[in-house]
C-alpha cells in the first residue's frame, strides 16, 4: 500500500503548484482539479499503476 507523507515530494510539488496558480489569480475549482490530476498521475506512475478517467 501506498502512503502519503507531508514531506513526500508528490504532495509538495501538490502545494506549490496550488500556490502558483493562487499568484496568477487562478485558484478556483479547475486549477485545483488540473493540480490534483498531476498529483493522482505521479502517485499512480510511482505505484505502478493504471490511471484512467
Known sequence: MFKITPKQKHLQAYYKELKEFERLGQA????VKIAFQHLLEAIAKQSQWVLTQ
Open 28 to 31: 478556483h475549482e479547475g486549477t
